[in-house]
Structures are given as structure tokens and as C-alpha cells.
């Protein structure tokens, strides 16, 4: 499975961006795709899931604000970011996950957002 992060850019505060995920090779084996970010210094954290049946899953600091979504192919994923803060700046990575433990990950692409 290969994941491409796009979407990212620099925008204000209280802006908004979308991110796009493009999946290819054997996608129906992952059954949970989602959002990760880390920023400078800190530990990679969860942002956002959603499983293959639709169910989501959001950070506390995405709540409200981010919209994470997958196209009926299931070969895109999408997080659309609404009310950015400057926390908010990190690199952000797409994941999938399969049943059997198998965890791929995507080149990041970077969200800056300033103040």
C-alpha cells in the first residue's frame, strides 16, 4: 500500500485547508486510514481515523474543527481543517492500518499556520 499526502500551506489563523490522502497497491487490506501530525520537538500524535465502515474517530484538539472523510473508492482520504491555530502547525501524515497488523505510512506534507 502507498499513501500521498497533499494539501498542505501556509494560512492564517482561523483559516482552513484540505488535506488529501491518494491510496494505491492492495488498499482494500487497510481498514482504518488516518490523519497523524507532529510537530517540531514533540511526539507524532493521532489527529484523526476512520474505519472502513465509516466510523470516526477525532483528538480532542480536532474536535469541532477538523472533518476527516474517505471516497466511496476508499482510495482517498480527506481531512478538512476549519478554525486553524497556530498549534495546529506540524507536519501531517496519512495512515492505514490492516487487521493484521500491518501499518503504512505516507511522506508528510506540512500545514503552518500563523498567527
Known amino acids: 500500500v502507498q499513501l500521498q499526502a497533499s494539501g498542505g500551506g501556509l494560512v492564517q489563523a482561523g483559516g482552513s485547508l484540505r488535506l488529501s490522502c491518494a491510496a494505491s497497491?492492495?488498499?482494500?487490506?487497510?481498514?482504518?486510514m488516518g490523519w497523524y501530525r507532529q510537530a517540531p520537538g514533540k511526539q507524532r500524535e493521532l489527529v484523526a481515523t476512520i474505519t472502513s465502515a465509516g466510523s470516526t474517530n477525532y483528538a480532542d484538539s480536532a474536535k469541532g474543527r477538523f472533518t476527516i472523510s474517505r471516497g466511496n473508492a476508499k482510495n482517498t482520504l480527506s481531512l478538512q481543517m476549519n478554525s486553524l491555530k497556530s498549534e495546529d502547525t506540524a507536519v501531517y501524515y496519512c495512515n492505514g492500518k490492516t487487521s493484521w497488523g500491518a501499518d503504512y505510512w505516507g511522506k508528510g506534507t506540512q500545514v503552518t499556520v500563523s498567527s
Open positions: 497497491g492492495n488498499i482494500f487490506s487497510v481498514n482504518v
